[in-house]
């Protein structure tokens, strides 16, 4: 019995020393790349030691987290590169931290094999634009009872934000994500209909408008090529609606300037009439 128990300590010990082994140039390599990144910034950017150790800070936790750390190093180089100060740098970095780690949350239901970094790195983006954990949680359950993969999902989402960014309505948003999931829309299908909201921003197009074109063009499933007609289309009615609109505007301001003009000799004669009388 002593020799079991002494050969199953062995074993633990064996296994600890591996790992602790096995650590080391992990740890190394980490500590490699948090000296370049605070060297980098101390030199190039010109940053005080505590404010490179605050920001590597960020960065070592992130990777602590098993987040994309790569999103936060590729920020903090564009901050190096435009010369952001270090204050205002910092509380970049730690605000997209934060919802790359809202991202990571998210995916941690996925069960389906993905580029896991790419989908937070995605999900994160998509909170930036001012999407909701919530809002992004809803498309993903949507697409999971509707048998659609969570890498689509992904593409669902950004256009979500997209529709967001470009100021159009939330329930505008929700349609044209329920009408892409009904028709389990692919790849192609997803980055034309990006396409098209942008389009239909440029084109003026109004909420309504764009749910007749796209929604109804999407669920009926008509070409992109025909939505993409009929957005132009209305997007020349409007611009000539526009321009029909600023030409009254401007007669009724030319005719209310002459009424304006002529009232002081109305006054005049009036008056003349009066002093004779």
Request: proline fraction near 1%; charge should be positive.
């Amino acid at each position: 019995m002593k020799k079991r128990t002494l050969r199953i300590e062995s074993c633990f010990t064996a296994v600890f020393l591996l790992a602790v082994i096995f650590s080391f140039p992990l740890a190394a390599k980490q500590n490699n790349e948090s000296n370049k990144l605070r060297e980098l910034l101390v030199q190039k950017g010109g940053y005080k030691t505590e404010e490179a150790n605050r920001l590597c800070a960020i960065v070592e936790s992130a990777e602590a987290e098993n987040l994309p750390v790569e999103v936060l190093t590729a920020r903090i180089n564009e901050g190096l590169a435009r010369k952001v100060q270090a204050k205002l740098l910092y509380e970049v970095i730690i605000k997209k931290k934060e919802s790359l780690k809202i991202a990571g949350e998210l995916t941690k239901k996925i069960t389906e094999p993905w580029d896991k970094n790419y989908a937070i790195s995605v999900i994160s983006d998509t909170l930036d634009r001012g999407m909701k954990k919530e809002e992004i949680a809803e498309i993903f359950k949507l697409c999971a009872e509707n048998n659609i993969k969570a890498v689509l999902a992904l593409h669902y989402a950004e256009i979500a934000a997209t529709v967001k960014v470009e100021g159009y309505k939330v329930e505008t948003k929700n349609q044209i994500i329920r009408a892409l999931i009904k028709v389990k829309a692919d790849k192609e299908l997803t980055e034309y209909t990006e396409k098209a909201v942008l389009n239909a921003k440029t084109g003026k197009l109004d909420d309504e408008e764009l749910k007749e074109v796209l929604v109804a063009g999407i669920e009926k499933r008509r070409s992109m090529r025909t939505i993409e007609n009929e957005i132009k289309e209305r997007s020349r009615n409007s611009q000539q609606d526009g321009k029909e609109k600023r030409l009254n505007n401007n007669r009724e301001r030319s005719s209310a300037n002459e009424e304006l003009r002529k009232l002081p000799e109305q006054i005049g004669t009036e008056d003349t009439k009066g002093r004779k009388k």
